[in-house]
């Protein structure tokens, strides 16, 4: 695709397989069409690694945290797994909403937690709201354990965030969604791998190869899921789409 913006003439212009599409420069298309270029040249260039929380890197796009933070304000669970530890900054930002929430805990699990992330981690002053699992997130073992983490009737939101090949999200799919509570969710991030195919940093076989693609197939074959994005708690504007590295992201269990 070439996309050319002309400031003069206030225009958009899209050409595509011979096919042209002229935008106003400052219409909702022309910004879908930018934002999504600018994810894709955004994430080429690592701009998710420049951001932390608290003191620990956090490897996210910061309006992802933002609408979970709606999400999280609005359903006050009193237990938030996440897959995928890496440095442990979206544990520390979970761990805060529930201390300013006065409510919840975090269970973070990760086939290897290196030990100065560990450490970094047990040392925060949030840490009291964090338990640490280093295990495979589809082990047998692992999957028990942190359901007997979960007491009776909590309300339970679910993150997956750590292998992103289709294949294990599937498996982190079929072995967390048990524990969602009705209401709450079960979140495949990073979707957004489906169209970085052919950027310098991609690989080929995501196009198929991604969590959306794991979240469109779970959905297809568990009715009690369906695969929405969360409602905006506030919009003045004619914007329905989120500029999201989790597109296809969200399961809500019914």
Known sequence: MKIIIDTDKNTLTEEDAGMTRV??????????????????????????????????????LPEDMIRIQEVISRLQPDVIIET???????????????????????????????????????AHPLAGYITLIERSSTALETVREVAGLVKPGERVLVIL???????????????????????????????IMYDLADVPRGKPDWKTDNPSEAARIFAASHPE??????????????????ITHWPGAWLRRT
């Open 84 to 122: 995928g530890v890496a440095h442990g900054g979206s544990l520390i930002f979970y761990a805060s909403l529930c201390k300013a929430l006065d409510k919840g805990r975090i269970v973070g699990i990760d086939i290897e937690i290196r030990p100065h992330n560990r450490a970094a981690i047990e």
């Open 23 to 60: 935008l106003g420069l400052y219409s909702r298309e022309a910004f879908a069409s930018i934002s999504r270029q600018w994810v894709r040249v955004g994430w080429n260039q690592k701009y998710q690694y420049t951001f932390s929380w608290m003191g620990r890197p956090v490897i996210q």
């Open 225 to 242: 899921f369906v695969l929405e994005q969360p409602p905006w708690l506030f919009n003045e504007s004619r914007l329905e789409s989120n």
């Open 161 to 191: 965030d750590s292998d992103h090949s289709k294949n294990h999200v599937l498996g982190e799919l079929d072995a967390y969604a048990g524990l969602v509570t009705p209401g709450s969710y079960i979140v495949a991030t990073d979707g």
